[in-house]
């Protein structure tokens, strides 16, 4: 992820974000162990609740 990351700023992007389902807890804490630490929405969708992380580069 930290790849992507230097690549995204490369580029000029200012933030990345992330979609993970609530249920997926593994992938929510590597999300946040990597840096993104915003929650920017809550949603519902087919498969049920989901978060959208922010990470600021």
Same mark, same amino acid.
């Given at each position: 992820?930290? !790849?992507?990351?230097?690549?995204?700023?490369?580029?000029?992007?200012?933030?990345?974000?992330?979609?993970?389902?609530?249920?997926?807890?593994?992938? !929510?804490?590597?999300?946040?162990?990597?840096? !993104?630490?915003?929650?920017?929405?809550?949603?519902?969708?087919?498969?049920?609740? !989901?978060?959208?992380?922010?990470?600021?580069?």
């Amino acid at each position: 992820m930290d !790849f992507a990351a230097d690549e995204a700023g490369k580029l000029g992007y200012t933030e990345l974000t992330v979609g993970v389902d609530l249920d997926n807890y593994a992938a !929510f804490r590597l999300y946040v162990e990597a840096g !993104f630490d915003s929650i920017v929405y809550v949603g519902e969708d087919e498969d049920g609740r !989901f978060l959208k992380l922010l990470r600021r580069l």
